[in-house]
């Protein structure tokens, strides 16, 4: 074993030998798996399928795909509260697949009592209900400002560990809260990282409902889109950037989202963020930048974490 097959296995055995039997992937967890990520649509469709029984070489392939991507989730998940989280904090809680067991590792240690005194902001209606299953005490920005420390997942995350989040449909909650926090800490699977933002994954934009249309021709003109992307209106749920209904989808905090196509890499994402944020109707957009103080990635070689 050389060391970075040492490294994975002491993962492994630490964060995610537990896995397969309890991540989650099951029929009745698949509701608690808040977002298939584009990569493994199709695997994770045919392996949560409850209508097939007998499965194709295929998908036994596919459903051990979608098992070790679980666990990599499981893993950067439970490795950021067990790395960042200190009893007596205040903790930002993210929203998506990964996030989900940032989320349950605190629950798990809040019960078990290795963590004390912990308060949380969930940054999505989903969140706030596995917390409060979890019973994980809860309070928001209103009453505590200044966060110690937030988790999310993200959707890409570039070499200047600028990142594309929102296609949860929770990109403004997850911004108020993390801007907050004294530390970002980012989990990701090694999938989200490229080498630019845009092409991989749509942005998502947080647009108000009144004059809608209006305001994605404006966003479409702005020098950084102009000719660039396509704006589409997410259809269906909102916690998803695949159309899955004929009503416009509307996010936790009633507003609509537009998702931006891209063919090349965003040449400046401070700038388009800037340019987004000035636009009368954009409630907020899924750029992250500079905000992220760590990002923790699992692969195929282990975990590495990357700092700006
Ligand atoms: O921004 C988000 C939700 O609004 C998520 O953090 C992002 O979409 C990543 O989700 P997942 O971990 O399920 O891939």
């Known amino acids: 074993m050389d060391l970075s097959e040492v490294l994975l296995w002491t993962t ?3 964060y995610g030998s537990e896995c397969a039997s309890g991540c989650g992937l099951t029929n009745s967890n698949t509701s608690k798996i808040l977002r298939t990520p584009r990569r493994l649509a199709k695997a994770s469709v045919s392996a949560f399928s409850p209508a097939v029984t007998v499965r194709s070489q ?3 392939l596919n459903m051990a795909t979608a098992l070790s991507q679980e666990e990599l989730k499981k893993q950067v998940g439970y490795k950021a509260v067990d790395d960042y989280v200190k009893s007596g ?3 930002g809680l993210g929203t998506g697949s990964t996030a989900y067991y940032a989320v349950e590792r605190v629950g798990e ?13 969930p940054t ?34 570039d070499p200047g560990l600028n990142l594309v989040k929102g296609g949860g449909g929770a990109l403004l909650r997850e911004k108020m809260v993390e801007i907050c926090a004294d530390k970002f800490i980012v989990i990701v ?6 080498d630019g933002l845009g092409p991989g994954f749509p942005v998502p934009v947080e647009i108000t409902p009144f004059c809608h249309e209006h305001t994605m021709r404006t966003v479409g003109d702005l020098s950084t889109c102009k000719g660039k992307c396509k704006p589409v209106l997410r259809m269906g749920s909102s916690s998803s950037n695949q159309p899955d209904g004929d009503e416009i989808a509307v996010t936790d905090n009633g507003n609509y989202i537009v998702d931006l196509h891209f063919d090349e890499p965003i040449a400046d994402p401070p700038k388009m963020a800037e340019e987004l944020k000035n636009v ?3 409630v907020d957009h899924g ?12 692969g195929s070689d282990g975990i590495s974490v990357k700092k700006p």
């Not at 240690?109 to 902001?121: F, N, R, V, Y």
């Open 58 to 60: 295929q998908s036994r």
């Open 124 to 157: 999505s209606i989903r969140t706030k209900e596995q917390a409060e299953e979890l019973g994980i005490p809860l309070v928001t920005l209103d009453t505590h400002s200044k966060l110690d420390v937030a988790i999310d997942g993200a959707d890409e995350v």
């Open 109 to 121: 240690k809040l019960k078990s009592g290795e963590l004390k005194d912990i308060l949380a902001i």
């Open 12 to 14: 492994f055995v630490t």
């Open 189 to 194: 699977d090694e999938s989200k990282l490229c």
């Open 280 to 282: 009368c109707g954009v």
């Open 287 to 298: 750029l992250f930048c500079g905000m992220t103080t760590a990002v923790i990635i699992a």
């Open 89 to 91: 904090q205040v903790v």
